[in-house]
């Protein structure tokens, strides 16, 4: 065990924990904007119970982002010092922006959407609700273009101070608008909107099958449903569009994720393999020749630069890389005919008999998870040995005042409170859910129903012995 | 001090505007966690718990967007800083999450042994998170050790020393003043009454250890009152600071209490000018070596990029400002339970 190896663990761990939760409240943001939109034009009550319903979720999972993303904005000081020292004039101001900008925003009109109800008017409201989703999305703009400066720096020059080197800025606006942004951020925010409308297609899919809230569930999955295919579409464009960028600009990380060695010859698209990094070849694999040229070029038999081109030690994992990726395309694929086979049997009418398809559905939430986790592996991972493309080793920039005990320690601490987490909110997630949305014809003697619970509570515990 | 209004300098104020923004914000609702179990009562610990519902994660954000900006503008002090007291900002990080979750999940259940849990770690995740800034604000106004390549020399263990210790118990009785003020405007009837007399314990607690504060300071960390000493108007800040915390009580008295609020902030406003410029122009002072230090020069990012983000800052604190106020004015007023409290 190394510290080198110790910090990445430690950043796999808690950036991969803390993502199950700002894609969520990313896709929930725009369905929500969508469900109280609905409510305002129509005035359907409905609508009202859908949107109170998924804030109170969007609620939960906000607070767990919250907690958990505190640490990523600390953990480049603690665990890369040096990488924070090198980068830091360009990095670190697109963190600052992200808080001026984003979490101000969204945390801000967060409270009104959660506990603004009975103070502020329904047209404010709905303000706060599109406040909320933009406050989300900027979030994601920032670190996208953080994130993305590392895998294709731009607008700057290194400057020696003292023994260091650091990367200062040159220019804003072309470090900024590197040459991945654009392109990584679109493919992110499309994962997030599916993570978000499968959440939704799963609840209700598991209303429909339990026959409870049905009126409700309809709702909710026809507005999940629409927008679930409408974002698997505009992935396989932005993945497209990702892999183009990737190929001009990271080709040594295109080449592992197809695990293409061979620079002289046309490039293959697998559905599936094992790459062998020894002989240097994909086994086992079903491939279509020559198609990755053709995503690349447009050409079917002109070469794609393999990984021959780059010695050994500034390749990446590639059979970690190229399993990752093709689990994420797969399961993208799937979502896409998922979406479909769920719009064809609405279109029909007959989506709420076809049991099997909402069983999947329930499950399904789990695919754009799993997808967008292991898509930002492959992206993290491809772009090893660096930790700036090019510029500076992965090794090179960890803290020098951190050793390997307290590395452990930070590790494990982190380990034991982010599964207590996890356990928490699955089960408050799930007791949510169990409870379902509220009458809101009920709510004054709810809200009765609960004082009096709450005030009489003592008296009703008092009955019960204490083990 | 040779004085230039420079973007170094700007950033420096600008960095200082944050973490007072967070000690005013966040320290009221640190605060409120602190006192939390004085409350017997479920339904009063509901009441505390909501004073705060709607606000406190948007009060965090200060601290986030002040690491982020600490980053930006001065990379080699959030480099530094942040791996040399790795295991206190671990622990730190630690109780920020079990305090989240406390808030979150506390009233989610009616059990009681629950609730009692939650309650408990609320309120110790809240005078940790207090103490812990402290400390760290003890260790920087003492200075750290640092070597010529600007990391941090010493271990967990050479954090906690006395001094830095007795700012961590400052805080935590600040905190608590600060919070206890804060609840006289959201509270009414019986527990209004008695948070008034838990204003008059805590600022009596804060007073005795800013006292003793202030002595330790002026016997063990004699640099930083060279500036005082320098240019004595500046004392009138350290005056002011004592009349904000005098006015307190008198606001109270009168049942003005956003006065005494406002009182109340003030005096963290003044108490933080006084750290700053007793530290200008370093952000952490090396002892022993003080050539080593990191200062506002030394650690800083390009002029370009100091530049670009105090456009950045002239943008977007504005809307900050402004979004701030109107949740704060919206959720105005005496705490009343409903359907969507906490």
Known sequence: MNVELLSRLQFAFTIGFHYIFPPLTIGLGVLLVIMEGLYLKTKNKLYENLTRFWIKIFG????????????????????????????????????????????????????????????????????????????????????????????TPAGFHLVQEGSRVRAELTDFWVAIFNHSTVDRLIHVLGGAWLAGSFLVISVSAYYLLKKRHIEFAKASMKIGLAFAMFASLFQLFTGDQSGRMISVHQPAKLAALEGHYDSTKPAALHLFGWVNEKKERVEVGIAIPGLLSFLVHRNFSQPVIGLNDFPPSDRPPVNFVFQTFHIMVGIGVLLILLSLLGIIFWWRGTLWEKRWLLYIFVIAVLGPQISNELGWFSAEVGRQPWIVYGLMRTSEGMSAAVNVGQNIFSLVLFLIIYSLLFVLFIFLLDRKIKHGPEDIEDHGSTYEAQRHGLESLPIIRKGKKKK | MEFTFDLNTIWFILIGILLSGYAILD???????????????????????????????????????????????????????????YEAFFLLLFVLIFRAVAIEFRSKRESRR???????????????????????????????????????????????????????????????????????????????????????????????????????TLIYVPHMVKHFRDYPYFFFIALLNMLAIANIPREIQRGKDFRAFLSSSASILALITLVAIGIFPNFVLSNPNPQYSLDIYNAASSQRTLGIMLIIAIIGVPF?????????YIFRGKVKLDETSY
């Open chain 1, 60 to 151: 939960l999972i906000f607070a767990i982002g919250v907690a958990s993303g505190i640490v990523m904005e600390f953990q480049f000081g603690t665990n890369w010092a040096n990488y924070a020292r090198f980068v830091g004039d360009i990095f670190g101001s697109a963190l600052a922006a992200e808080g001026i900008f984003a979490f101000f925003l969204e945390s801000g009109f967060l409270a009104i959407l959660v506990f603004g109800w009975n103070r502020v008017g329904p047209k404010m409201h709905f303000f706060s609700t599109i406040m909320v989703s933009f406050g989300s999305m900027f979030s994601a703009v920032w670190i996208v273009i953080a994130n993305s400066w590392q895998q």
């Open chain 2, 27 to 85: 320290g009221f609702d640190l605060g409120v966690g602190a006192l939390h179990l004085l409350n017997k009562d479920d339904q009063d610990r509901r009441i505390l718990i909501n004073s705060i519902g709607p606000v406190w994660d948007g009060n965090e954000v200060w601290l986030i967007t002040g690491g982020g900006a600490l980053f930006a503008a001065f990379p080699d002090v959030y480099a530094t800083v942040f791996s040399g007291f």
């Open chain 2, 114 to 216: 629950w609730r009692r849990t939650w309650d408990f770690s609320f309120s110790i995740s809240s005078i940790f998170i207090a103490f812990l800034a402290g400390v760290a604000l003890g260790n920087i106004i003492q200075g750290i050790p640092i070597s010529p390549n600007k990391e941090y020399l010493g271990d967990f263990w050479s954090l906690l020393n006395p001094y830095a210790i007795l700012v961590g118990i400052t805080a935590v009785a600040l905190f608590m003043m600060h919070g206890s003020i804060y609840l006289t405007m959201k509270t009414e009837g019986d527990l209004h009454n008695r948070v008034r007399e838990w204003v008059n314990n805590t600022i009596i607690f804060f007073s005795i250890s800013y006292i003793t504060l202030t002595m330790a």
């Open chain 2, 320 to 328: 900050v400002l402004a979004y701030t106020t109107s949740i704060y």
